[in-house]
């Protein structure tokens, strides 16, 4: 059964904190990703990797930052919290292997930055 | 610009009855197109795709649709239950073009809300 998680369910954090989202993979897949969903926005991509130390920016990449040091974890970090980062993250993954990939996603964590 | 359209928001179908969600691209290098369902408080769950040499797949209850001339793809459930009760985002990527690395670009969503 294949597995996406993300360390924390809910989380609340001060403005001006420094946050960590981890994201484990437990599929061998190549390419990682983070998403926040908002209200009436649907998922917008914040940042992607397709391989170990590789990232790439997203469409809204502003106020965040990634690391993938290992092929199976993807984090996501807000290098100085502010209350417009209020969200759903959510961490996906997929592979480039075959000709069906669609992404798998992690169970989200909400984020309240107050 | 939105490159991925869901321009309704919620929509209502009685038990039972036919629910046909709609969605539309302008980004001619997609070629492959997903459905997302998602409860409240979870991830999305992946529902149904259809690459662009097909104009239709189906999986149970559910079937997607495309029609490429129209930049224009849809799902339908049938028949209707309450649990399928969920937002369901459509999705693209341009997968066998080469972008498929690049994550997929969403819909914003529409609310399904089946009625008893």
């Known amino acids: 059964d294949v597995k996406v998680t993300q360390s924390s369910r809910y989380l609340v954090k001060r403005t001006g904190e420094k946050v960590f989202l981890e994201c484990v993979q437990d599929m061998d897949h190549e390419n990682m990703f983070w998403y926040r969903q908002d209200p009436g926005l649907g998922l917008r991509l914040i940042y992607f990797?397709?391989?170990?130390?590789?990232?790439e920016k997203g469409d809204i990449p502003e106020g965040y930052s990634v690391s993938r040091e290992k092929k199976e974890r993807f984090s996501l970090i807000l290098e100085s919290a502010s209350t417009n980062q209020t969200s759903m993250y959510l961490c996906?993954?997929?592979?480039?292997?075959?000709?069906?990939?669609?992404?798998?996603f992690g169970q989200g964590t909400r984020l309240t930055v107050v | 610009d939105q490159q991925v359209k869901q321009n309704s928001p919620s929509l209502s179908v009685q038990e039972g009855r036919i629910s046909i969600l709609n969605c539309d691209y302008t980004n001619s290098m997609f070629d492959y197109f997903l459905w997302y369902k998602k409860y409240p408080a979870e991830g999305p769950t992946f529902l149904i795709s259809?690459?662009?040499?097909?104009d239709k797949n189906e999986d149970g209850r559910f079937t997607v649709f495309l029609n490429k001339s129209a930049k224009h793809l849809s799902l339908h459930i049938v028949p209707s239950q309450p649990g399928d009760s969920a937002v369901y985002f459509c999705?693209?990527?341009?997968?066998?073009?080469?972008?498929?690395?690049?994550?997929?670009?969403f819909g914003k969503g529409t609310h399904l809300i089946i009625q008893p």
């Open positions: 996906a993954s997929s592979s480039v292997q075959g000709l069906n990939t669609e992404a798998f």
């Open positions: 990797s397709y391989d170990v130390k590789m990232k």
């Open positions: 999705a693209a990527s341009a997968l066998y073009s080469g972008g498929g690395a690049d994550g997929l670009t």
């Open positions: 259809i690459s662009s040499i097909k």
